[in-house]
Structure formats: C-alpha cells, structure tokens
C-alpha cells in the first residue's frame, strides 16, 4: 500500500510540475511574442538605437522559444539598426549571422549587401546582390504558388503581405544594383 501512496504521490508531482512549467512556457512565449511587437514598432519609428536595444534583448531572451526563421529576423532587426546607426561592420556581421541561422531570409542577404556597399566592399557585394537577387526571384515564385494554392483567406493574406515584402527588397535591390552600374 505505501508503495501504491508514493506512486500516486509522485504521480500528482509530476502533474503539477508539468502544468506549471507548460504556464512559465506559454508566459515566456506571450513575453517574446510582445517583444517581437516592439522591435516592429521601434522599426517603423525609425527610433534605430532602440531597435538594437530591443533586437539585443529578445536575442537574449528568447532564441530558444521560437524557431529559427523568428529569431533571424531578430539579427535582421539587429542588422538595420546597426546600419542606421552607422556601424557598418557590426550591421555586416549581424546580417552574416542572420543568414546563418535562417538562410532563406531575403531580408539577411538585403542587409548585407547594403553593408557590403557602404564599407565599399564592392568586389564582395556583387556576388552578394546576385545571390539575393536569385533568393528573391525564387521566393517569390515559391510564394506565388503558394497563394495560388491557399485554400483558407487567412493563408492567402499572409501570402500576399510576404509577396508584398519580396517585391519592396526586389525593388530595393534593383536600386542597390544602380552602385555597379556607374
């Protein structure tokens, strides 16, 4: 019988532990989820030292919540800010880091060629700019079938705004281009 106690004891335990480390998840989840919502407000503010704050935070904080596609894009952040700042080798490095942990990110290979410009790093940025021109070209294809085939509207949107982006870094890199044409 005691052994039956302990058992049923432990049993309860672990049902209580697994309940409050699945609370602490989801909590540290909606924490990391909020934090992504400020660097995009600190992004479109344009307010670049409080983006690196923010982008080095939730680095910090939470590379281990989210996948590795959510926690380039914290290193992207990271990356323009950085730019923006004027600090063209550690925006460079952060771009490079970003594309290392999610390499189909066009928005990694964007930042590094706009860095690669600005260090006048031109032998190293034309092969760059190829690259994400070819990325791009294959992510917006790839993206196109997948609006084609959504079957839900919500799906469908979310479709069309990563068409929207592709098509504004597309754009953004046909600018870039015009640093070799002269």
């Known amino acids: 019988m005691t052994i039956v106690r302990f058992l049923l004891a432990s049993a309860i335990l672990l049902a209580l532990w697994s309940s409050e480390a699945v609370a602490q998840t989801i909590e ?20 670049w030292s409080q983006l690196e704050r923010l982008a080095r935070r939730y680095i910090n904080d939470c590379e281990d919540v989210f996948s590795s596609k959510y926690n380039s894009q914290a290193h992207n952040y990271l990356s323009i800010a950085l730019f923006y700042l004027g600090n063209f080798e550690a925006a460079l490095a952060a771009s490079e880091t970003c594309i290392g942990i999610y390499y189909s ?3 990694c290979h964007v930042q590094k060629v706009q860095s690669l410009i600005e260090l006048e790093g031109f032998a190293d940025a034309r092969p760059a700019l190829e ?11 790839t993206n196109r ?7 839900e509207s919500l799906s469908r949107e979310l479709y069309q705004s990563t068409h929207d982006q592709l098509l504004a870094e597309k754009a953004l890199l046909e600018k870039l281009r015009s640093h070799f044409e002269r």
């Open 28 to 47: 540290k989840a909606e924490e990391c989820v909020s934090q992504r919502e400020q660097q995009t407000a600190a992004l479109v503010a344009q307010d």
């Open 105 to 107: 990110s066009s928005s």
């Open 131 to 141: 690259i994400a021109e070819r990325l791009i070209a294959y992510l917006i294809e």
């Open 145 to 151: 079938k997948n609006i084609r085939s959504a079957t």
